[in-house]
């Protein structure tokens, strides 16, 4: 079973605080990804990573940075929080099977909560 | 640009009735397109793909490229399948991203 996990479940932090989001998946996937999910938004892509020490923007990067320094492990970083960045934050990985992406799934981790007083 | 759109917010249901989920996507090309699922108190995992043409717990949806949509379908409804429900599409040359859409809740009433 493909598992990814993520550091927190809830996390209550206020503004301007520097916050780490953990994310560690064991199946080796070269592809990691952090969404934010929020009511009527959907799932929106803030970074993702095709291999270590390499990344890429997505939809929604400001107020965000990413790090990779091994394989399992993509981590989300918030320089300095701010209350619109109170939401869920979501950690997925997959394969990587070339730029046509193949059928890789996309595996979830169970999320943080994170609220920014 | 690339986007995908459920016009529904929440879905409302009887046990047994059919159901059906709308998902219309935007892009010029040959996309992919997955049903995920998130039920309650549990994480976001992949219902179906298109490319599969496989049948999960009852649901199938079908791509139709003249309507660009993949709506997901089922029969007849149990309480269990209430949860939220995304459809998602992958660019070709987009590696693994996925674009999701908003999401639709369904809610099966007994």
């Known amino acids: 079973d493909v598992k990814v996990t993520q550091s927190s479940r809830y996390l209550v932090k206020r503004t301007g605080e520097k916050v780490f989001l953990e994310c560690v998946q064991d199946m080796d996937h070269e592809n990691m990804f952090w969404y934010r999910q929020d009511p009527g938004l959907g799932l929106r892509l803030i970074y993702f990573?095709?291999?270590?020490?390499?990344?890429e923007k997505g939809d929604i990067p400001e107020g965000y940075s990413v790090s990779r320094e091994k394989k399992e492990r993509f981590s989300l970083i918030l320089e300095s929080a701010s209350t619109n960045q109170t939401s869920m934050y979501l950690c997925?990985?997959?394969?990587?099977?070339?730029?046509?992406?193949?059928?890789?799934?996309?595996?979830f981790g169970p999320g943080t909560r994170l609220t920014v007083l | 640009a690339q986007r995908v759109t459920q016009p529904e917010k929440l879905l409302s249901v009887f046990k047994g009735a059919p159901v059906e989920l709308k998902c219309n996507y935007s892009?010029?090309?040959?996309?992919?397109l997955f049903w995920y699922v998130q039920y309650s108190r549990q994480r976001l995992q992949l219902l179906l793909r298109?490319?599969s043409r496989e049948s999960i717990k009852g649901f199938t949806a079908d791509l139709n490229k003249g309507e660009t949509s993949f709506h997901l379908k089922k029969p007849f409804a149990q309480e269990e399948d209430s949860a939220m429900y995304y459809c998602a599409l992958r660019g070709y040359n987009q590696g693994g991203k996925l674009i999701f859409g908003q999401g639709t809740e369904l809610s099966v009433k007994p």
């Open positions: 892009y010029s090309g040959s996309p992919e």
């Open positions: 997925a990985s997959s394969w990587y099977t070339g730029t046509s992406g193949g059928e890789n799934e996309q595996f």
């Open positions: 298109h490319i």
């Open positions: 990573s095709y291999d270590v020490k390499m990344k």
